[in-house]
């Protein structure tokens, strides 16, 4: 007797009305829906606002958007929430909902042991098919530690790291520096 559930496939019209009437983000992954990973530990929540805050702040350069915030990956036909996205040009959007974004340049990821693998792995590998992106951000919430990567031209991509909080993080898409001790300073490691 085979007992395996059926996987269902669903078209991205279908997940497009799904995600709009769902009161959880859903992300769509080569025609699967799934649950966005929701309920990060209070590190990653004050790391990632604190972040949000200072960047929202300081640059004038791009607009910022946070979690709530579809990143379209059209070559790999995935739909993903990062924690925050960058645009530096206008905004485009695919849909009328204004739900789906084309052209990030900056993606910042906060990292939790849950998503950990898959934010410096699968994912790094899928933004990079967007043309538009060009830096990648990676922020540890369980220890101190900021990784960026800048992509200097095609299939050259230049990394940083940073792990003091006397440290900084230069973003090169925004013009300006992160400090750790604005990621950081509400957090406590035990």
């Not at 958007?65 to 739909?79: G, H, I, K, L, P």
């Not at 922020?139 to 101190?144: A, P």
């Not at 900021?146 to 230069?170: F, G, P, V």
């Not at 090169?172 to 992160?178: A, Q, R, Y």
Request: net charge negative.
């Amino acid at each position: 007797m085979n007992t395996a559930k059926a996987i269902k496939y669903y078209t991205r019209e279908e997940y497009l009305a799904k995600a709009m009437a769902s009161p959880v983000k859903l992300e769509y992954h080569n025609g699967i829906i799934i649950e966005a990973m929701v309920g990060g530990t209070i590190n990653h929540s004050k790391i990632k606002s604190d972040t949000f805050l200072f960047l929202g702040n300081s640059s004038k350069k791009c607009q910022i958007f946070d979690s709530d915030m579809v990143v379209q990956v059209e070559a790999y036909n995935r739909y993903l929430y990062p924690d925050m996205s960058f645009v530096c040009d206008k905004k485009v959007l695919t849909d009328e909902s204004q739900l789906l974004l084309l052209n990030p340049a900056l993606i910042i990821e906060v990292l939790s042991p849950n998503t950990k693998s898959i934010d410096q792995g699968d994912k790094f590998s899928w933004y990079r098919s967007i043309p538009s992106f060009k830096e990648y951000v990676l922020i540890q919430s369980d220890f101190m530690g900021i990784e960026s990567w800048y992509k200097e031209e095609e299939n050259l991509w230049r990394i940083q790291s940073a792990d003091k909080t006397e440290q900084s993080i230069h973003l090169h898409t925004l013009g300006m520096d992160l400090p750790l001790k604005e990621v950081y300073k509400r957090v406590s490691f035990t």
